[in-house]
């Protein structure tokens, strides 16, 4: 039986739906289920049963014996929320807790940290446990998955398996409820067809030019089948880095999308806002060494392949994976 939390979030409902076509029928879903925005994210996938988030530990407590794994990528991320106690009891002391059991039980565990405990990304993007300390997220959810990723390097004991992932920029099929906090692609998506445009935030550093601010986007489907790999093979436990290791800018990623509905790009720059420009990352890129020696080598989707069947198999039908 496989334990995946989050499941009726974006990346976790990808998940969800891996595993379904892989063949495990013995899925136990985890999260709140209670929002309507959420629900056609697992409303038709075959699960053996959905546990509320807050009844988990009781739930497993019960049914330790026949847990083979657990995927945890349950947690707050908004990245514009600044109450730390959310954050705490969400992404902290649940990820504990979670930690214990699985420690406890001897099941192997994987978690979601985030590039956003990189920072600034003056130290650059290596996923190495030596450099985790000296890490200084921007925000409090940031904060939260760099202070559980340090708790968890702490751990003399240990599930016999874990993987911490951090995740970068995930885009592709089920994030319609995430609103602000969807991803670039859906947002240029709904722009473009609501005004025939889309605005993009101009450089104010001299040494970009504008729309040349870069992220490392990895399409979703490539991140699920990076945590079947690992559940699979098993390699060395630590953090890993989730990205494709190559950045791209914004405008490519505008100008694909035009390209995806079969439009001429219409792309204008606007002022990035005061409140963010000081804070603001213009360039993401993950260091996927690591990962490579751990003995994956799958390739990662192009962002002009991910855009585009993200965009006609998903975003213009409005689809669910």
């Not at 997220?137 to 708790?151: A, E, I, M, T, V």
């Not at 692609?185 to 030019?209: C, M, W, Y």
Request: negative net charge; hydrophobic residues 40%.
């Amino acid at each position: 039986m496989i334990v995946l939390t989050g499941a009726a979030g974006f990346i976790g409902s990808c998940v969800a739906q891996q595993l379904i076509e892989q063949g495990h029928q013995d899925l136990v879903l985890v999260d709140r289920f209670d929002r309507p925005a959420h629900e056609p994210n697992y409303r038709d996938k075959a699960v053996r049963e959905l546990v509320h988030r807050d009844q988990f530990f009781e739930w497993a407590a019960r049914h330790a014996a026949d847990i083979s794994l657990v995927i945890h990528l349950g947690a707050r991320t908004d990245t514009a929320e600044f109450d730390e106690e959310i954050f705490n009891r969400l992404n902290l002391h649940y990820s504990q807790e979670m930690w214990k059991f699985c420690t406890l039980h001897q099941i192997p565990l994987i978690y979601a940290s985030s590039a956003a405990t990189y920072g600034d990304g003056s130290l650059g993007f290596v996923d190495s446990h030596e450099v985790v300390s000296k890490l200084h997220p921007l925000n409090p959810y940031g904060w939260s998955k760099q202070r559980f990723d340090q708790w968890a390097l702490a751990q003399e004991e240990t599930p016999p398996f874990w993987a911490g992932l951090k995740f970068f920029n995930v885009y592709g099929p089920n994030e319609y409820h995430k609103g602000r906090m969807a991803s670039v692609v859906f947002h240029a998506f709904n722009q473009i067809q609501q005004t025939g445009k889309l605005k993009l935030f101009k450089s104010h550093r001299p040494d970009f030019e504008h729309g040349q601010q870069s992220r490392d986007f990895i399409y979703v489907r490539d991140l699920v089948r990076v945590i079947s790999f690992l559940s699979e093979q098993s390699p060395t436990s630590g953090l890993y880095n989730l990205g494709t290791g190559i950045a791209r800018p914004f405008l490519d990623l505008g100008k694909q999308v035009f390209y995806a509905l079969g439009l001429e790009p219409q792309i204008e720059f606007i002022d990035t806002p005061l409140d963010i420009r000081e804070t603001y990352q213009y360039f993401t890129q993950a260091d996927m060494t690591k990962l490579s020696q751990a003995g994956y080598q799958s390739s990662f989707t192009t962002l002009e392949e991910g855009i585009q069947d993200y965009v006609t198999e998903f975003l213009v039908t409005g689809r669910c994976l």
